[in-house]
């Protein structure tokens, strides 16, 4: 069996009323199109066909090479969308799957049981409904006296006994490829001068073709975004569904209602989500850990048995057993090895922080290379940019830096080395010297002095 995927995507989705292109509002931290593609490449080898219109530069620009594009040059209908794929797949699949890039939360259960129940249908076509009375803007299923399906209705044109039927037409289908590709030319047109794809539903009834239908229970499932309140709607959704999974794997959430994870992040069990936690990206999160309050994790791995409290991590790695925060921000490049703790109102960019290291308060680190061990006082500042160009600070291990020193890039500290308070180190100290002062200056050689002890002179 080879399986075939349509999205349509052309929409221009007015009620957004936003320059961005519908399939490109974000659900989750992703574009809504994205959604559907991943539950597209879930259910088919290949890559699916987008039928793009409004925007399509912008979608091309976002999905790049992962799917197959076909142009909507004109907004004709849905059932001319779906036509627009005829010339990349013709003939080359036994069944093709529709559906549409604004419902993002279509599970890929729910796809399979579709594209499943179409392989056992002997007739054309397998279509997906819900029996939900209140989606008034849905199309009606309209079935005969032995409960045979011979239409479906939109819910504009529908008779006053056809609004009362509560069957919904869900919007995704499968159908028989050769069939499809036969028949979508012989649509009739809409009074709305459109061609709709729920109208081959009829023809196929009427052909005495068996019209299958597949039936979720799931309202949000099927619930396309055209409102900024179906996207808050749908986002709501979503969290409760990521979360759930979550909590079922081992995960604690003290609130979930206030805990934001995208689909793209990952747990480990027995990890602790404090509320107003924000989990985005790429992020994996290891086993053990306490995230949160008040915190955003982006694109960040984080070993076992960690703490984040109150802090901004973008960018970072973190090993087992690091501490970070409160109000701490690790920026891109940031990297702490096994037993680090950063403390309070610290920032770190693009820098390593060997094993052991303890940055306690206030100070910035950014474009340098931390050995194990070192002690880096508070008020502490890399001095890494010249207006021109960054330069690196290497520290070696075991160094003892003095509150409000100045590390005037590029330099370096040798191992054991320390400095005073309020140095400004502008040339590299040897390991175990110290130096102090306004440029700093190395007053003498230190012989087997315990760390934490600070000799000014």
């Not at 069990?269 to 955003?296: E, F, K, R, S």
């Not at 940019?385 to 370096?412: C, N, W």
Request: hydrophobic share 40%; net charge negative; charged share 20%.
């Amino acid at each position: 069996m080879t399986l075939a995927v349509v999205i349509l995507a052309a929409g221009q989705g007015t009620r957004l009323k936003s320059s961005l292109p519908k399939v490109l509002h974000r659900l989750g931290g992703q574009p809504l199109v994205r959604h559907a593609v991943a539950a597209a490449r879930a259910v088919a080898e290949t890559p699916p066909v987008l039928v793009v219109g409004h925007g399509a530069d912008a979608v091309r620009a976002e999905l790049g090479d992962a799917v197959q594009y076909a142009l909507q040059a004109e907004q004709l209908g849905t059932g001319h969308a779906v036509l627009q794929a005829a010339p990349l797949l013709r003939g080359r699949s036994d069944y093709v799957l529709v559906t549409y890039a604004d419902m993002p939360l279509l599970r890929v259960e729910t796809l399979r049981a579709l594209v499943d129940a179409q392989q056992r249908n002997t007739g054309p076509l397998t279509l997906l409904s819900i029996d939900a009375p209140h989606l008034r803007d849905f199309g009606r299923v309209v079935r005969d006296g032995f409960g045979k399906v011979r239409a479906v209705v939109e819910a504009a044109q529908a008779t006053p006994a056809e609004q009362h039927i509560t069957e919904r037409n869900a919007g995704a289908y499968c159908f028989d490829a050769d069939w499809l590709w036969e028949r979508l030319p012989r649509l009739p047109l809409s009074p709305k001068g459109e061609y709709y794809l729920t109208d081959i539903v009829a023809l196929a009834a009427a052909e005495g073709g068996e019209v299958a239908a597949v039936t979720t229970d799931d309202e949000i499932e099927v619930t396309g975004i055209n409102t900024r309140a179906q996207l808050a709607e749908a986002e709501a959704a979503l969290r409760r569904r990521v979360n759930a999974r979550w909590m079922a794997a081992g995960v604690t959430f003290i609130d979930p209602a206030t805990t934001y994870i995208e689909p793209t992040v990952g747990l480990g069990p027995d990890t602790v989500l404090w509320p107003n936690t924000h989990l985005q990206g790429q992020t994996t999160i290891g086993a053990g850990c306490v995230i949160g309050p008040n915190t955003i994790i982006r694109d960040t791995a984080i070993g076992d048995r960690c703490r984040v409290e109150c802090s901004v991590l973008e960018g970072a790695w973190l090993a087992d057993e690091v501490e970070v925060g409160p109000f701490a921000h690790l920026r891109q490049g940031a990297r702490l090895e096994r037993g680090v703790h950063m403390g309070n109102f610290g920032e770190v960019k693009n820098s390593t922080l060997g094993p052991g290291a303890k940055m306690g308060h206030f100070s910035y680190i950014g474009d340098a290379a931390i050995g194990a061990g070192v002690n880096i006082g508070a008020g502490t500042i890399t001095c890494n940019y010249d207006g021109v160009r960054k330069h690196q600070t290497v520290i070696e291990a075991g160094v003892f830096i003095g509150s409000d020193t100045m590390l005037v890039a590029p330099v370096r500290l040798g191992q054991g080395a320390r400095t005073g308070a309020g140095s400004v180190v502008t040339r590299d100290v040897p390991a175990h010297s110290l130096a102090v002062g306004v440029p700093a200056r190395v007053i003498r050689r230190l012989k087997d002095e315990g760390p934490g002890t600070q000799d000014e002179g």
